[in-house]
């Protein structure tokens, strides 16, 4: 049995526990971090698909929106520790950031694998002692405070005087987060709420459109999503047709808001694809198009108005005659085509799973965590961090500065 006193346990090596251990050993601790992987932040090196939107530049109003669950526990962990500080603390330790549309924060490189660069060199300056393939099991706790932890399933124990759980959530198992900070929790008696897949691509009806229009990217589109005919999501923004539905950074941000209302099985995605038109204005655009080309047939005349696999989508749904000269076609003809450009409807079937989705909504109940250290309230010297906690928001870095915040908070705390 090896016992290792007045130590701090930073149970995960992501970007939460990597932060955690990197904040409790400046302030003099002596840090031992436990990854279960071979390596550090495998989940990290796949953020932002390999450049890593490490946070967002974006005013303290801006933060807490972007924050869906729980922005009222982020209050103390921001205010102490805010995005600007995340980007300080990496100029800091040597990588350059720069500022992207939607004040997305990258790595100057466009490398993620610089961002865990300088926190792996920066684990080691602090003497952090790092041990990989270290898969904790069980924590210890007697008289209602942590003790220790147990690694492996061999019975070998590591005492501590804090732990901080940074265990991540279920999204992408392979990256190693598989939920076992969730059953640690609720061993100590702590509530974990539903856990949902979230950020993640949805299933559509229409299977045979969707795959005709595979692999095309949609940029600018408006988008409403409805649930017994009441609008509970609407944006502007980027979608991805996929082989089984829809995909892209305006869906992702949809679907944190479709969760609610999957088992009412009536949601309808309705996409605008000319959202800058009103219906009027386009079904004037449409003429101008249609006067050019006033001898060519229907099915050759929307090429300065659609992406080139939309048209025979478009033309199929539109019922109109694609063989059809433009000049001959009629008001209503042209009256269906219209609402069909700003309503291009699929029925949303369901959300994908745990291997597509950016994050895990749900978590341990922040009701039992204090906010501004995040240690438990019912067990004493047991702390957590990051996607473990049930706080999660949009695409934009968001998630990665609740971990940095909250990582921050219970570093600086123990
Ligand atoms: C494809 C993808 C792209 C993303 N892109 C972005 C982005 O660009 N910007 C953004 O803000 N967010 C992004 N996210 C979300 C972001 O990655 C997470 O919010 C963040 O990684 C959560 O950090 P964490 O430290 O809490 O958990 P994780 O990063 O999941 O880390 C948890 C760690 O704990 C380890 N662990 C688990 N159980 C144990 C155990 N029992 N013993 C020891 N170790 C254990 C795991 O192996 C893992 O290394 C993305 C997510 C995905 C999946």
Redesign the pocket.
């Known amino acids: 049995m090896n016992q290792e006193l007045n130590k701090i346990i930073v149970?995960?090596?992501?970007?939460?526990?990597?932060?955690a251990a990197i904040t409790a050993a400046r302030k003099g601790n002596q840090v031992v971090l436990?990854?279960?992987?071979e390596k550090?932040?495998?989940?990290?090196y796949?953020?932002?698909?390999g450049?890593?939107?490490?946070?967002?530049a974006c005013d303290m109003d801006e933060l807490f929106r972007n924050v869906v669950t729980n922005p009222k526990f982020m209050y103390g962990s921001f205010y102490s520790y805010n995005n600007f500080d995340t980007m300080d603390f990496f100029e800091e330790i040597g990588l350059k950031t720069k500022i992207e549309r939607g004040n997305?924060v990258f790595p100057e490189s466009d490398k993620?694998s610089d961002v865990l660069g300088v926190l792996l060199k920066e684990l080691k300056r602090q003497n952090v002692d790092i041990r990989y393939e270290?898969?904790?099991?069980e924590i210890l706790i007697k008289d209602n405070s942590f003790y220790g932890i147990k690694?492996n399933g061999n019975n070998e124990i590591i005492t501590g005087v804090k732990v901080i759980i940074?265990?991540?959530?279920l999204?992408?198992p392979s990256?190693?987060?598989?939920?076992?900070?969730f059953r640690?929790a609720k061993s100590m008696g702590h509530s974990v709420t539903k856990l949902f897949p979230s950020?993640v691509p949805m299933n559509v009806e229409e299977l045979n459109l969707v795959k005709e229009l595979q692999g095309l990217s949609l940029k600018n589109i408006h988008i409403g999503i409805t649930s017994k005919n009441k609008e509970i999501y609407s944006d502007f923004g980027e979608l991805l047709f996929t082989h089984f539905g829809v995909s892209g950074p305006v869906i992702l941000s949809a679907s944190s808001y479709c969760i609610p209302y999957m088992d009412n099985k009536d949601l309808i995605l309705l996409i605008d694809l000319k959202p800058a038109l009103s219906k009027e204005q386009l079904d004037a655009r449409i003429l101008r198009d249609f006067d050019e080309f006033s001898n060519k047939q229907y099915k050759n005349a929307l090429d300065q108005l659609l992406p080139r696999k939309l048209i025979q989508v478009i033309i199929a749904l539109s019922n109109i005659d694609p063989e059809k000269k433009v000049n001959l076609i009629t008001r209503e003809e042209r009256s269906r085509l219209v609402d069909l450009l700003k309503g291009f409807k699929f029925h949303i079937t369901r959300l994908r799973d745990y291997n597509e989705?950016?994050?895990t909504k749900g978590g341990i109940q922040v009701k039992e965590i204090n906010p501004s250290t995040m240690e438990s309230k019912l067990v004493s010297n047991v702390f957590f961090?990051?996607?473990?906690?049930d706080v999660?928001?949009l695409?934009?870095?968001?998630?990665?500065?609740?971990?940095w915040s909250?990582?921050y908070a219970a570093g600086n705390a123990v």
């Open positions: 149970i995960g090596g992501g970007a939460a526990g990597m932060m436990l990854e279960k992987n550090l932040g495998k989940k990290l796949i953020t932002g698909k450049r890593c939107n490490l946070t967002n997305r993620s270290s898969e904790v099991t690694l940074a265990t991540g959530g999204s992408y990256t190693g987060s598989n939920g076992d900070g640690f950020l989705a950016v994050i961090a990051g996607e473990v906690l999660d928001a695409t934009g870095g968001f998630n990665l500065q609740i971990a909250t990582a």
